[in-house]
């Protein structure tokens, strides 16, 4: 098959496109995996987690940040917020600066995030999460799309509810992930829920939850008719998986085999896309954090990685895992 296209919303739309979604993680997908993330295969993802307020707000501390990396990017954005005033002000400036969606996050139950009114706590008073998705929707030209769980209670569905509202006010896709926003990531995502989402909208429904293999993905779009997948734990410390996802339901290519040597030099690639990005003593934990995620695989490594998330120098990091990739033992690499 032809090599799919980046236009998103063109690809939802195409019954015969499986497009396959980076999830945006707070935390996780930062500027740095995002460029690893590209370069291992993956189309679509988003700069997570942008706070409404802070775009909208010129003295706050974030607000450069935000917008430098939308501006170099140009990718989708997700946005949080719960004031409809300031969550269009931040929309218009996202647009403006080269968003290419707006995602508005309504499933979020971290609870710094839920205590300012945002995320999952929405669902819990859709006349606001209303409010708030309209003034987006009014103040773009860009698309605009809704994230969210089924429900934030373990017995409602508001989040489904927050869908059909989604739906009517002219969002181009909602993202449904299988889970309440009790559950976290307990027990196993509804796909029911999702089937049903798809056969009730006349907007595409990205499905997410529980998807760790092309083979989980592929039981995704089969199981649910979903119009795109999207990943998101899965793609920890396994930056191949949404472009091998792909391959697999587009042109049935098995994921490759990949040894110590081509996980060590992503790895590399990825510290060095941390050190050239932070200048504080986030060039240390922000990658600190993905080790444990790329060695999660490998027996016998405890002794490694406990050394590899307590080491401060990162040219000793940097020399631990190029020694991994070499194939030497393991407990011989630390000193």
Request: include cysteine; charge should be negative; charged fraction near 25%.
């Amino acid at each position: 098959m032809d090599t799919p296209s980046d236009n998103l919303l063109e690809r939802l739309l195409d019954r015969s496109e499986f497009p396959v979604c980076a999830a945006p993680l707070a935390g996780w997908t930062d500027a740095p995996y995002r460029r690893i993330l590209r370069k291992c295969g993956a189309r679509h993802m988003w700069i997570p987690f942008i706070s409404t307020h802070a775009v909208a707000n010129p003295k706050s501390k974030n607000r450069d940040e935000y917008l430098s990396q939308v501006a170099d990017e140009k990718e989708h954005v997700q946005v949080f917020g719960a004031v409809p005033e300031i969550c269009a002000e931040a929309a218009a400036i996202l647009e403006e600066t080269g968003a290419k969606s707006i995602d508005f996050n309504v499933g979020c139950s971290v609870p710094k995030i839920h205590k300012s009114g945002g995320g999952s706590a929405l669902l819990r008073n859709l006349n606001l999460m209303t409010e708030n998705l309209k003034a987006i929707i009014e103040s773009v030209s860009i698309p605009v799309s809704l994230k969210t769980r089924i429900g934030f209670y373990d017995d409602d569905e508001s989040g489904l509810e927050a869908c059909r509202i989604a739906a009517d006010l002219g969002c181009a896709w909602v993202t449904l992930h299988g889970r309440t926003a009790r559950q976290g990531f307990d027990g196993e995502a509804d796909r029911q829920a999702i089937s049903s989402l798809v056969d009730e909208l006349s907007i595409p429904v990205i499905g997410n939850g529980d998807i760790s293999s092309p083979q989980d993905a592929l039981r995704m779009f089969e199981t649910t008719g979903c119009a795109g997948v999207m990943i998101g734990r899965g793609i920890m410390g396994d930056p191949w998986l949404v472009g091998d996802c792909e391959n697999f339901i587009r042109n049935g290519q098995p994921r490759p085999d990949r040894d110590r040597s081509d996980v060590a030099e992503i790895m590399l690639e990825h510290q060095r896309e941390v050190l050239n990005q932070y200048s504080d003593k986030r060039r240390v934990w922000e990658f600190r954090k993905h080790i444990a995620k790329y060695l999660r695989n490998y027996p016998q490594v405890s002794k490694l990685r406990g050394a590899l998330v307590r080491e401060n120098d990162p040219d000793e990091v940097a020399r631990m895992i190029r020694e991994f990739g070499e194939g030497r033992p393991p407990d011989a690499i630390v000193n």
